[in-house]
């Protein structure tokens, strides 16, 4: 059974700091998926991670996966205010279509 | 011209009653899921339909029954709620392409007093 972990849980940081939130993954996953939340929202995807290696940025967010090391990173850069979010990773398998996700890193950033 | 779209937004209402939440995608997508998130955000897969037929049952109690009238549509009937049916409950929808990308709706708060 795919099981996905992130950490860390609560995450409070400095405006303009970088930092790295991690998503390990216990089995062979073919996805990778990083999602957003703010409070009392929805879900907005971020990005979809293909293969090993892969790289994808947006702004001041940068997804990494490793897949031989069953892990994803999403890096922020010089973070700002509007980045306080809910971030999680999930992960599947092809031909089992369903999303597993982690349990979230809440990111406060603070001015 | 939203894409998943959820009602009611918000749902209280009293143990033991039965509610329905509905949900609808004009995405053209074949694939459906409801998603349950508990009060300290965990996400958890419930259901998948795929063009009205289920796929996906996650060991979900029978007091849940989803219903798919046809593929942009896809309700949540429960039965006899109890109070740990408290949550909010996400439609997601999924785009057939490798990337496999879910797009979900605003989600729909339970309240069970």
């Known amino acids: 059974e795919l099981k996905v972990e992130q950490n860390p849980l609560f995450l409070s940081m400095q405006e303009g700091k970088n930092y790295t939130i991690y998503c390990n993954y216990s089995?062979?996953?073919?996805?990778l998926y990083w999602y957003r939340q703010d409070p009392g929202k929805s879900l907005e995807s971020l990005f979809v991670l293909l293969s090993n290696g892969a790289v994808k940025q947006e702004g001041r967010l940068m997804a990494s996966l490793d897949t031989k090391a069953r892990l994803s990173t999403l890096h922020i850069t010089a973070a700002v205010h509007d980045l306080s979010a809910t971030y999680f990773c999930a992960a599947d398998i092809f031909g089992n279509e369903k999303l597993t996700f982690g349990t979230g890193t809440r990111l406060t950033i603070i001015p | 011209d939203t894409a998943v779209s959820q009602t009611p937004k918000y749902l209280v209402t009293q143990m033991g009653n039965d509610k329905s939440i509905k949900c609808e995608q004009n995405l053209g997508h074949d694939t459906m899921y409801w998603y349950k998130q508990d009060s300290k955000k965990f996400l958890k897969i419930m259901f998948s339909?795929?063009?009205?037929?289920?796929?996906i049952n996650e060991t979900v109690p029978n007091r849940f029954s989803p219903k798919s009238p046809d593929k942009a549509h896809l309700n949540l009937h429960i039965n006899s709620l109890e109070l740990g049916d408290s949550a909010v409950y996400f439609c997601?929808?999924?785009?057939?392409?490798?990337?496999?990308?879910?797009?979900f709706g605003p989600g729909t708060r339970l309240t069970v007093l």
């Open positions: 997601a929808s999924r785009a057939g392409t490798v990337y496999n990308e879910q797009f």
């Open positions: 089995t062979t996953s073919d996805r």
């Open positions: 339909y795929n063009n009205k037929e289920l796929i």
